[in-house]
């Protein structure tokens, strides 16, 4: 089974009926890239940069990650590499980095916060990705964001670094692509105002069911309500879309939901075609897709607008990823 999907890797993610989707890799490391190569996935949807500031004494010098996303987007080739600017805070900590202890630190400072209130460090990072970015197709990501003023406040300080580098005389691409994660509520309920700043959107449904449903999602003591499929987490994940398509730009899935071959038909009735998971779900996902007609994922993907609870959303999705395995149809 493993070597029968290991064949999959050179081949298109495309639906029986030719809807084509694109499945790309959350990475946190060149390791992982290398892995996901492997895997076929095409391109980054997702670099977690915070594992390059983890286990280490101090943080890393602008040449220092400059490196590694170089190494990054040379290996990703002509695939693009979305680099998600550094996400700390609430369950991600680092030892040389003394945050306060805090009630709630998921609600605290935390990602996009922390960044821009640091703005030396802030601007380190974007300084070593703008440099990069010469080195093949690489975008930038800020976390966390919940209003328009983070966004307006994140991209003055790029050009502030670009500003720099320019006077330093080193290249780098002019016209960056620059989104942002979709994973706070408040940003989805937005999201057609920030659709207008920014030149894509990632929907980090990690995080967006957590403060959707306020579950924390660490908590085991209540892990049996953290519900991906709850109607209220679908109508924000519809919401964000919407705004995307009616600006036009576009949106991929980035959560762990991306990953979960149940999800596919509320892809395809949203027209959502860009995922990226992680690259151990990567080959198990594009099966999947290979045998769905995406005609039928979309009546399934629409139905499951108009049901109530996660339980019966979820049952309809599972009902049909597994009849789409049996019935082999022609
Ligand atoms: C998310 O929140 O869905 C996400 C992809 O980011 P992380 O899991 O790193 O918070
Ligand atoms: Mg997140």
Redesign the pocket.
Known sequence: RKEQLQLLASVEAVTKDGYRMKLAS?ISSVRDLEQAIKYGAEGVG?F?TEFLYMNRTDFPSEEEQYEVYRQVAEKAGDHSVVI?TL?IGGDKQLEYFDLPEEDNPVLGYRAIRISLDSKPLFKTQLTAILRASVHGNVKIMY?MISSLEEVRNAKSLLEEAKRDLDERGISYCHDIQVGI?I?VPAAAAIADLLAQEVDFF???????VQYVLAVDRMNEKIAHMYHPYHPAVLRMIRQTVMAAKEAGIPVSV???IAGDEKAIPIWLHLGVSDLSMSSELLLRVKHRILNTFASDGKEIGASCFRLSTNDEIESVLLQFSEKDVVLDRK
Do not use: Q
């Open positions: 959350n997702l977690r998600r996400d976390p994660m994973e990632s929907i980090g449904t990690n995080d967006l980035c959560g762990e």
